[in-house]
């Protein structure tokens, strides 16, 4: 073996080196940017939503205690309106609640949480999770997450299918819709799975629609 023929590898093993890395270097900034983007989101919801309904009854509780002596009838009508301000803002806050956390994954398991999610994103999915699947936490919500990204693709209306599969030490997961993904999509699809030693695929199709696949290392 010669030395420039060596010595030619090892510069190829470096820069290959080097470019994993700069994509690493990548990928981290665009989950700190997609985590701040997110926590934004969450702020905005509290702000604008949330803290705006508090504010209003508490507003109205004021003036519902000047009504309660000499106005009863006007008084029985602002408890109604203040009490469907109140759904609007409980409604408000478990959705909100869902975004940082699904407790349907706990409560009712993997399927059931997906389906949630697909109804949320207007799509009918067909979904196929071992009825025994027990992840760990991190793999768990990174799948999830993963098929709630993928299934905000999906047309509105359309039917979506999303596939789990427990094989030799790993879970595959695929998620196919009638619609393509954004790059932004694509790169935060990718960045969520390989941030665990995962693989992530995607195949557009000519019919419009396309499938998402990926797969992570049950132990690293």
Same mark, same amino acid.
């Given at each position: 073996?010669?030395?420039?023929?060596?010595?030619?590898?090892?510069?190829?093993?470096?820069?290959?080196?080097?470019?994993?890395?700069?994509?690493?270097?990548?990928?981290?900034?665009?989950?700190?940017?997609?985590?701040?983007?997110?926590?934004?989101?969450?702020?905005?919801?509290?702000?604008?939503?949330?803290?705006?309904?508090?504010?209003? *009854?508490?507003?109205?509780?004021?003036?519902?205690?000047?009504?309660?002596?000499?106005?009863?009838?006007?008084?029985?009508?602002?408890?109604?309106?203040?009490?469907?301000?109140?759904?609007?803002? *409980?409604?408000?806050?478990?959705?909100?609640?869902?975004?940082?956390?699904?407790?349907?994954?706990?409560?009712?398991?993997?399927?059931?949480?997906?389906?949630?999610?697909?109804?949320?994103?207007?799509?009918?999915?067909?979904?196929?999770?071992?009825?025994?699947?027990?992840?760990?936490?991190?793999?768990?919500?990174?799948?999830?997450?993963?098929?709630?990204?993928?299934?905000?693709?999906?047309?509105?209306?359309?039917?979506?299918?999303?596939?789990?599969?427990?094989?030799?030490?790993?879970?595959?997961?695929?998620?196919?819709?009638?619609?393509?993904?954004?790059?932004?999509?694509?790169?935060? *699809?990718?960045?969520?799975?390989?941030?665990?030693?995962?693989?992530?695929?995607?195949?557009?199709?000519?019919?419009?629609?396309?499938?998402?696949?990926?797969? *992570?290392?049950?132990?690293?």
């Amino acid at each position: 073996m010669s030395n420039a023929g060596s010595g030619e590898r090892l510069g190829e093993s470096v820069d290959r080196l080097q470019g994993e890395v700069t994509e690493l270097r990548r990928s981290r900034r665009r989950l700190a940017e997609a985590a701040h983007a997110d926590r934004r989101a969450i702020e905005r919801a509290i702000h604008d939503g949330i803290q705006q309904h508090l504010v209003a *009854l508490a507003i109205d509780l004021r003036h519902l205690a000047g009504l309660v002596d000499g106005d009863p009838a006007a008084a029985k009508l602002l408890l109604v309106e203040m009490a469907a301000n109140m759904r609007v803002a *409980l409604d408000e806050a478990t959705e909100l609640a869902h975004r940082v956390y699904p407790q349907l994954l706990e409560a009712r398991g993997f399927a059931s949480a997906l389906r949630s999610a697909a109804e949320g994103a207007g799509v009918t999915a067909l979904v196929d999770v071992p009825a025994d699947a027990r992840y760990p936490p991190e793999i768990t919500e990174a799948v999830y997450w993963f098929c709630v990204e993928a299934l905000s693709s999906a047309s509105r209306g359309s039917q979506a299918a999303v596939n789990v599969l427990d094989a030799d030490g790993a879970v595959t997961f695929e998620v196919s819709v009638a619609g393509h993904h954004p790059q932004g999509r694509v790169d935060r *699809l990718r960045d969520r799975i390989e941030a665990l030693d995962g693989r992530v695929s995607v195949d557009d199709r000519h019919d419009g629609g396309s499938r998402v696949h990926g797969w *992570l290392p049950l132990s690293r």
